[in-house]
């Protein structure tokens, strides 16, 4: 009777795992619950100038999850009709010495925006520099749904030439893009008024703590900012201080139908074994 039970259970084991892993489930124990992504600690620079090679940087499994881009251009603030996170967007290219300092992941060669490790610039200095607003996109590697904890802070800080910064408040989002649905879904939207009216140097963080489900696979979280008007020799930038914590991993629909029909096929084979 042991020896029928254990091979009971090597069979559910077996049938279950070639269920997963015939639709491409099976990876996802490697991401289980507590996994956490950062784009500052999974930051990588790139390593050849002018080219995308190492974006998207990678997680600590070496998955592609955070692509640095840059919208191109135009748009509405939050709650218009074309807000500008909905844009087409252009892949940042690694610039090894951003105006002869440390590289950065830039549109081209000293050519804004540029996205560091801890945050992104956000210029603007005039119409142009404005309409390519910077964009950070994380993109599920897990091949199931999932639920996330997003939590942290965003601080934009009001940086400029000469020490000094423009008025311009700015629009901030974090965002789900549905790719079976085609949506994009609001989940953080918040827009940042310069404490004073004044060009001093200046911060203003707001705390994040969400919970975003129905993250299909394949879907996206952005992240981006956009301002509002224009003044010369402005360039803010937002720090992405966040965490996004794998709280539950969700098979989808298909998968589903797959663990039923294993369970269907070993069921009859117990029922066959025991007649």
Known sequence: MAQRNLITRLAVASAA????????????????PGFVWDRSVDYDAGTVHGLTLGNPNTDS??????????????GDPLGGANPWYQDDTTIQVWDNSWYGGGGVWARGDNVNPPMGQDSITMNVSNTGLRGTAPLVRWINPVHAGVELEITGELTVNWRGGGGQSGNVDFDVVIAHVDKQNGTISVLFGETFEKPHDDTTWESLSMPVDLLADGIGEGDEIIISAWGLGTSGSTWPNLADDLSFELTAVVPEPATMGLLALAAGALGGYIRRRRS
């Open 17 to 32: 795992s070639a269920a997963l892993l015939f639709a491409g489930v099976l990876p996802a124990a490697t991401y289980g």
């Open 61 to 74: 499994q070496g998955v592609g999850v955070w692509r640095m881009e840059s919208t191109n251009g135009g």
